[in-house]
Each structure stands twice: as structure tokens, then as C-alpha cells.
């Protein structure tokens, strides 16, 4: 069965740094690309990038590029998004796809990650 | 980039009844559309890919049509699993994939 499982909940203040992490399994983990998607509170759903774990090959949203970093771990079968410099703004629940090419649908999903950053 | 709107964005039915969710793009993606299911609280579900192509698992009263730029999501009849809200998403270049704003669908 294939399953994306990704870390737990976390409250930051502003200023402050973040790494999540989305753990594949249940498949060939370098075959497949992971994107990372946005949902703000109460809204819709936002495409943020893309990495391919099998070479790292990454591409960002245009409105994402700068604020975050997609990497990954093949070695663990885990990818990851990270902030150096978290804001307000940056709330939200953070969810891990999985697509069989670059430009394609998500056939699966990570449970999501809830993001709070809070003063 | 390839803006993607839905309509309606607040669907009111009961169970039974036909409902159509519509889709449009900005510009032409061919049949590069999906549609997903997304329930409170919880990670979005694929639907439907390519257009019309019905993913694995996913009940048959849900259908999809169109091709260019006008896309629809049909559910035949309404189940009470099915209140929920809908999205499309067009992945005709991987430069920037985006979604519609989705489309809840309440209990009349």
C-alpha cells in the first residue's frame, strides 16, 4: 500500500526556523516525483513546487521560490519543506503528493502537516 | 499563468439528486484536468484524471468530461458520503500547476 506520512503539528514564533518531513513508503520512492501543496485557513489549495528524489531535481511555484526549500532523502525515503524564516503568514496545513511526472495529478496524499506561527 | 475557475463555488442538494460541478481554464490544457474530493479535516482525494478517467476505488456515480477549457464534474446521484468540497486541478505545464478555488457541497 502505498503511503506518504508526514510529521506532526507545530506551533513557531515568527523569526524562527522549521523543517517538516513527508516519509514514502509502500512504493519505489525514487520513481516517483513529491510535491508539497498550501492551504491557508479556510481556503483553497496551492501548488508550491516539486522535487524528484531520485536526483533532487526540484522546481518551485514562482510564488514560492525564495521563501522555502523542497529537498529530499532518498536514502530514507523522505522529503522535506523547510523555512529559515517563518512569518505569520505561513500558517497553514502543508500537505506532501505524490505524481508519476513532473506535470501530472496526485494519486496520493500525506495526512498533512498543520503549521502555526504565532507570537 | 493558467487561472482555473469554479462554479459554483456553494452547491446546496440533497441526497439523490444530479449534480454538476464546472470547471473553467484560462487557456486551453487539452485534457490535462483532475478532479479531487476533500472532506474537513482531511487530505484531498484524486477523483478523476485525465479529463474523464475514473482513478481505482472511486465509485462510479462520479464522472468527468470536457477538453480544452471547460471541464465538468458529474455526480449522478448524491450520497450523503459525497457532501464534501470539490476541486479541479490542471497540470498542462509543470511550470506552475495550479487549482480551482473548489466547490462545497452542502445538504439542501
Known amino acids: 500500500e502505498v503511503q506518504l506520512v508526514q510529521s506532526g503539528a507545530e506551533v513557531k514564533k515568527p523569526g524562527e526556523s522549521l523543517k517538516i518531513s513527508c516519509k514514502g513508503s509502500g512504493y519505489n520512492f525514487t520513481s516517483f516525483w513529491i510535491a508539497w501543496v498550501r492551504q491557508m485557513p479556510g481556503k483553497g489549495l496551492e501548488w508550491m513546487g516539486i522535487?524528484?528524489?531520485?536526483?533532487?531535481?526540484?522546481i518551485y511555484s514562482p510564488s514560492f521560490e525564495g521563501q522555502v526549500t523542497i529537498s529530499a532523502d532518498k536514502s530514507i525515503n523522505t522529503a522535506y519543506l523547510q523555512w529559515s524564516s517563518l512569518k505569520a503568514s505561513d500558517t497553514a496545513m502543508y500537505y506532501c503528493?505524490?505524481?508519476?511526472?513532473?506535470?501530472?495529478?496526485?494519486?496520493?496524499w500525506g495526512q498533512g502537516t498543520l503549521v502555526t506561527v504565532s507570537s | 499563468d493558467i487561472q482555473m475557475t469554479q462554479s459554483p463555488s456553494t452547491l446546496s442538494a440533497s441526497v439523490g439528486d444530479r449534480v454538476t460541478i464546472t470547471c473553467r481554464a484560462s487557456?486551453?490544457?487539452?485534457?490535462?484536468l483532475a478532479w479531487y474530493q476533500q472532506k474537513p479535516g482531511k487530505a484531498p482525494k484524486l477523483l478523476i484524471y485525465?479529463?474523464?478517467s475514473l482513478e481505482s476505488g472511486v465509485p462510479s456515480r462520479f464522472s468527468g468530461s470536457g477538453s480544452g477549457t471547460e471541464f465538468t464534474l458529474t455526480i449522478s446521484s448524491l450520497q450523503p458520503d459525497d457532501f464534501a468540497t470539490y476541486y479541479c486541478q490542471q497540470y498542462n505545464t509543470y511550470l506552475l500547476l495550479t487549482f480551482g478555488g473548489g466547490t462545497k457541497v452542502e445538504i439542501k
Open positions: 487557456q486551453s490544457i487539452s485534457s490535462w
Open positions: 522535487i524528484y528524489p531520485g536526483d533532487s531535481h526540484t
Open positions: 503528493a505524490r505524481s508519476v511526472v513532473v506535470a501530472s495529478y496526485f494519486d496520493s
Open positions: 485525465k479529463a474523464s
